[in-house]
């Protein structure tokens, strides 16, 4: 039997900014879903550090940024010597820190516009973000069939998707992260003290077929999937909505109150 969804929905309106945010629960997953309106933001890809190399958290370009919104970016790689060094394609504002002239699934930010499709040959100007995969193209899902855990297997997950109003769509998949000492140290303590894991249910991510699914059911024209697992945030006004545990990530895109 399907399990009833719970959820909340918040208005947030101010003299300059508004835009919905909901908690979807909903067959054991968590999901953070924000519908902006882009004339009522600025949005801003940013770079940790500044360079190349180099991660921080999400709050951290957020807060500088002077961000009411943010969120994690794309893929990067992760350790000595090319720590936070981008994976694929990332343009910040016509500063090239990485380029796949044949990346399939992009994010293109020009001027305050957000597009998503394949790599613009000899297009370096504006801002530029890869993901993996591409989810939706003209309304239309794309193939999400792959085999692979990545692919078929629930995790926390980041998605920016784009209505036929223009409107942006938001989604953060909650899933508890294994990734870093402390979230180990928390599941060996509960297995040592109590012999179980905790009897409270933890949400579980979504698979990219489920992400697909769930981001045509907002009525996203076009979606694409950023970095998801231990690299999901979401940032929200000051505060920190998701995870507890947050990991440095390379890139972040933020929302600007105008």
Known sequence: MRSLSVFLVLFVFTRLSAYRYEVLKEEGHC???FTINPKDYTIKLVKASGSAL????VPLMARRAQAAIAINGGFFKRGYPQDGK???TLVVDGKVYAWNPKEAAVLHLAGNTLTIGPSVPGDKSASAVSGIPQLIKKGQILDV???????QNPHA???LGI???????????????KDGFMAKAKQVFKTFFKGTQSSTPQPKGLTIPQLAQKMQSLGCVD???LDGGGSSTLYVQ??????????PVSNALVFVKR
Do not use: M, W
Not at 54 to 57: P, S
Not at 145 to 151: A, D, E, I, Q
Not at 166 to 172: K, N, W
């Open 31 to 33: 999901l953070h879903v």
């Open 54 to 57: 180099g991660r921080e958290t």
């Open 86 to 88: 981008p994976s694929g």
């Open 145 to 151: 069939s792959k085999k692979g855990n990545f692919y």
């Open 157 to 159: 997950r980041t998605a």
């Open 163 to 177: 209505k036929a109003d223009g409107d942006l769509v938001v989604l953060v998949a909650e899933q508890p992260s």
């Open 223 to 225: 979606a694409i999937n």
């Open 238 to 247: 000051g505060n920190t909505v998701y995870p507890k545990n947050l990991r």
